[in-house]
């Protein structure tokens, strides 16, 4: 929800090209989340709610560390918590912070029908204008991660925003500033990977787990958030992260071709129906009929 | 026809002063419900379905008051078709005239006639129109209120989000076919369906011409 001077790469809901795309370079921002060094104390859920300007919200006890079932529209950063049982390690608390993970390709954004509602920004950063937002959900439909959230009172979708407003300030976001263990980390993309794939390798080598490994789905072209899993093969166990997340072939499908084809059957039968006219003419009733029924009065 | 002789008949086939009852006043009431619903429910649906036409969403107050009333009318506009099914049903039926006349619909499309056979109150393509609106209205409601609470649809169930956008759009699109061809035929292919429509009466001769089991029937009384 930020009105900040950054070069867009994306509009959504927007009839024709960006403006200004191609102009500018930037870096791509990346946040890594190394769940393997969270202890789940919630500082970067209390960081997100303060920074954002957030109310606290009810927490629901569900047998589970879990502050409640899902993120809200209010509470954008959620700690994901899974009790999971491994062979080798046996009982593990697994712990993922869960928000927004800024698609490269944002589901989000390509269900969105209303202009300037979401865009994404050159350096990555998926974000929602709210002013432009109209409630209609599609968001929550495009999006493979189940994080935008309508709100009944504003009637508007919201979510994790990256801290838009600091990060083009030079600051890092509101939750990776809070996280006492250093397991969350902000920089480029490129820089996080290196250091993902130095924390997975040291995971494999040292820690043993032999299937640690960095996701960063390319089904969505990779994400700006990325994770140190220390079971990359299953990263369904963590809260449900997705192992393979991709835009619902059904909004593809209705975002593209079907716009294309019923787009151009419309204007078919509009014309359609005036070269009828056309070329028959109206239809006018008999006045006078051959047979008998025309004598009545 | 003048205004004061508008149809208040409470059947259709009575005739007043040398025209023929088309249209009840409660059908006409209806039908216009319906027809303002759908508008309405096609100019903002227009909106929501592509970028280039999202500035109809301002005739409707704009794209957040557009997207808050769109439902509401929608029910509107299935509580208008849900009367028609209960009104017309029964007249709506197909008969095997309508099948001798689907046969024969080439000359229908080419203004042709006086080679068709007759038919009753309803030709086979307007009861096509209605069973497709009727069907159509349907997919859009369940559709549609799956659309409108996408966000108490729990993750599990997201299938239903993902078809429900799917279902819409086709069943809407379907119906914008209907509606043109609908809409064409009621007010410049057909003479004098439009005023049927409005005040109810059509002269004897357009029954006769377009209707003649129809006409031959209320004429018999």
Redesign the interface.
């Known amino acids: 929800m930020s009105q900040v001077n950054l070069e867009v790469r994306a509009i959504s809901?927007?009839?024709g090209s960006v403006p200004g795309a191609g102009l500018k370079r930037d870096l791509d921002v990346c946040k890594l989340i190394d769940v393997t060094t969270c202890i789940g104390c919630k500082a970067c859920e209390v960081a997100c709610l303060e920074w954002n300007g957030l109310t606290f919200s009810e927490t629901s006890f569900n047998n589970s560390y879990q502050t409640m079932p899902?993120t809200a529209w209010n509470y954008w950063n959620l700690i994901k918590f899974n009790e999971h049982e491994d062979r080798d390690h046996g009982l593990m608390l697994l712990m993922r912070k869960d928000q927004c993970m800024h698609c490269a390709e944002p589901g989000c954004l390509e269900?969105c029908?209303?202009?300037g509602a979401i865009v994404q920004y050159v350096n990555g950063i998926v974000d929602f204008n709210q002013e432009?937002?109209?409630?209609?959900?599609?968001c929550?439909?495009g999006c493979p991660f189940?994080i935008p959230?309508?709100s009944p009172t504003a009637?508007k979708v919201f979510k994790c925003t990256l801290c838009v407003d600091r990060v083009t300030q030079g600051l890092e976001p509101a939750c990776i500033k809070s996280c006492p263990t250093g397991c969350l980390h902000f920089g480029t993309k490129e820089d996080m990977l290196f250091l993902a794939e130095t924390r997975a390798k040291q995971l494999r080598e040292q820690s043993g787990f032999a299937n640690a490994g960095v996701y960063d789905p390319s089904g969505v072209g990779g994400t700006h958030v990325v994770y140190v899993l220390h079971d990359s093969t299953n990263p369904e166990a963590y809260g449900?992260l997705p192992s393979d997340p991709h835009i619902?072939?059904?909004?593809r499908?209705?975002k593209h071709p079907?716009?294309w084809l019923?787009?151009l059957?419309?204007v078919g039968?509009?014309v359609g129906?005036a070269l009828?006219?056309m070329r028959?003419?109206?239809?006018?009733?008999?006045?006078h009929?051959q047979n008998g029924?025309?004598a009545?009065? | 026809m003048s205004g004061a002789q508008a149809a208040i008949a409470e059947h259709a086939g009575e005739r007043q002063g040398?025209r023929i009852v088309r249209y009840t006043l409660t059908e006409r009431i209806n039908h216009w419900i319906g027809g303002f619903a759908y508008i309405y429910l096609l100019i903002t649906g227009l909106?929501?379905?592509?970028?280039?036409l999202?500035w109809l969403?301002a005739l409707a107050g704009g794209?957040?008051v557009?997207?808050?009333w769109h439902p509401w009318v929608g029910l509107v506009f299935f509580a208008s078709m849900i009367w028609m099914l209960v009104d017309w049903r029964s007249d709506m039926a197909t008969t095997p005239e309508d099948l001798k006349w689907r046969n024969d619909v080439q000359y229908y499309?080419?203004?042709e006639?006086e080679k068709l056979p007759p038919v009753g109150r309803f030709n086979w393509g307007q009861k096509q129109f209605f069973w497709v609106m009727v069907y159509a209205v349907v997919f859009l409601l369940l559709s549609g209120l799956a659309?409108w609470w996408?966000?108490d649809i729990s993750?599990p169930y997201?299938w239903v989000?993902?078809?429900?956008?799917?279902i819409h759009?086709?069943a809407a699109?379907v119906t914008?076919?209907a509606f043109?061809?609908h809409v064409?035929m009621g007010t410049?292919?057909?003479?004098?369906s439009f005023s049927a429509i409005v005040d109810g009466t059509v002269?004897?001769?357009?029954a006769?011409?377009?209707h003649r089991l129809w006409?031959?029937k209320v004429?018999r009384k």
């Open positions: 809901g927007h009839a899902d269900a029908p209303a202009d432009q937002c109209i409630g209609c959900g599609y929550i439909t189940n959230k309508f009637r449900g619902p072939w059904t909004v499908l209705w079907l716009k019923g787009n059957a419309i039968g509009l129906v009828h006219y028959f003419g109206p239809k006018r009733p008999e006045e009929p029924t025309g009545r009065p | 040398g909106a929501f379905w592509s970028p280039y999202f969403a794209g957040p557009a997207r808050y499309i080419r203004n006639d659309m996408v966000n993750w997201r989000r993902y078809l429900a956008v799917l759009d086709v699109l914008i076919g043109i061809i064409y410049a292919f057909v003479r004098g002269p004897e001769a357009w006769r011409t377009h006409y031959d004429t």
